[in-house]
């Protein structure tokens, strides 16, 4: 087979010519120029190229490529191949340990910097002459305070605590103080104390309750409170308050629970928790260690359902939860119900018992709604029900038992 020649008519280029330099194939297309004739009248006239040839990508694309085509590689054998792989694997493991050793905190080098610094520092948010006083004014003995009190507001809470600023702000976060702490006369391990006020003990409640331990083990400190093996979490007032160490051992969360109660006497209290009343509404039958939250607001997916406690059961049926929210007055507990009701429906939910509105007050109204069950009534100034029941009957069942529970009172 044979290819014409682009400006040679009736000539013929071998198809071998595709092994020739693609410069050389394209020289063989200028039309010669005769030298000679052009003797005496100036030089002779540039080679013309044709340039829609040059400009084409076809063009370009080819002689990019041509030094691939005329070299040949020779492929690496498989030892080299393992060779280069191992020495990939050695740089990343190299440049992890260092990644991590510049963000990993380094407990003697921090405190030493921090020894001879004020408890006191000044206050971000607010005068330039004002200070924030220590968190801990006289330690325990056997600990020393390291380093100075730390204040945060809302607008910097994130500084401290990035990625967990919005749970506390959304339950009515105040303030913040963090302290940091070690065993006086060494560095074997440091720890801080954080005091969270929530402006309440209700607040306070709601995230002790959202981010509870599974292994957590109640701490004979208060009414809310347990310790994990180097943290000890706890409610005081209206403060949420952790403590948490660089390491675990018992000696460890001894001086954890003696800075614990020393924050206790220097911050009194009038109550304990005031939120420790609704909690102890909930029927013990059946209900779930350590399940009972609080919802600050937007229960449910419900923009006006706030301050709602939360507890799961199990039951015959699976497991569902009970929910209770106390309001200022019963007229708006009942008002709060129906709009519950009315925003269930509102989204598909299908009314079962009773099947018309009205009847007696207080009667619980089960709802049916992406196939779970909703049960919902008021009882004086609670607004009560069961959340995402298996059935009609268990989530009627248990909104009879809290129901019953209300009438007895907290106890």
Do not use: C
């Amino acid at each position: 087979m044979v290819l014409p020649a682009p400006g040679a008519s009736g000539t013929q280029l071998p198809l071998s010519v595709r092994s020739e330099p693609i410069s050389t194939a394209i020289q063989a297309t200028r039309p010669r120029v005769n030298a000679k004739a052009y003797v005496g009248r100036g030089d002779p006239p540039q080679e013309r190229i044709n340039f829609s040839l040059l400009l084409s990508p076809l063009f370009f694309i080819i002689r990019e490529m041509e030094p691939a085509f005329r070299r040949t590689r020779q492929r690496p054998s498989s030892t080299e191949t393992m060779v280069g792989i191992l020495i990939l694997a050695v740089l990343a493991a190299v440049g992890a340990g260092v990644l991590h050793s510049q963000q990993t905190f380094h407990p003697p080098v921090q405190l030493s910097r921090s020894l001879h610094e004020s408890p006191q520092r000044k206050d971000p948010q607010g005068d330039p002459s004002a200070t924030v006083p220590g968190l801990i004014q006289s330690p325990p003995s056997g600990i020393d305070l390291v380093g100075k009190t730390e204040a945060f507001s809302p607008t910097t809470l994130s500084q401290k605590i990035d990625g967990k600023a919005e749970l506390y702000l959304s339950a009515g976060f105040q303030g913040l103080r963090t302290q940091r702490f070690a065993p006086e006369g060494e560095r074997s391990w440091w720890a801080e104390l954080f005091a969270y006020d929530m402006g309440g003990s209700a607040n306070a409640f709601s995230v002790f309750s959202t981010q509870q331990r599974d292994t957590g083990r109640p701490a004979d400190l208060a009414r809310y409170a347990y310790h994990t093996e180097n943290a000890l979490f706890f409610i005081h007032g209206p403060y949420y308050v952790e403590a948490v160490a660089s390491t675990a051992s018992d000696a460890v969360r001894q001086d954890l629970s003696k800075m614990a109660r020393r924050f206790m006497e220097e911050n009194p209290v009038r109550t304990e928790a005031t939120a420790s009343e609704i909690p102890s509404l909930f029927p013990e039958q059946g209900l779930i260690e350590r399940s009972i939250e609080r919802i600050a607001a937007d229960a449910f997916g419900f923009d006006r359902l706030d301050n709602v406690y939360t507890a799961r059961y199990l039951t015959a049926g699976g497991e569902q939860t009970l929910f209770l929210s106390r309001r200022t007055s019963p007229d708006e507990a009942a008002a709060l119900a129906d709009a519950y009701i009315e925003f269930l429906l509102q989204f598909g939910g299908k009314r079962l018992r009773p099947e018309a509105e009205g009847g007696r007050h207080g009667d619980v109204v089960i709802v049916e709604i992406l196939g779970a069950f909703e049960a919902v009534f008021s009882h004086g100034r609670h607004l009560a029900g069961v959340h995402e029941a298996p059935s009609a009957d268990a989530a009627a069942e248990l909104a009879e038992r809290i129901e019953r529970r209300l009438e007895k009172g907290p106890s």
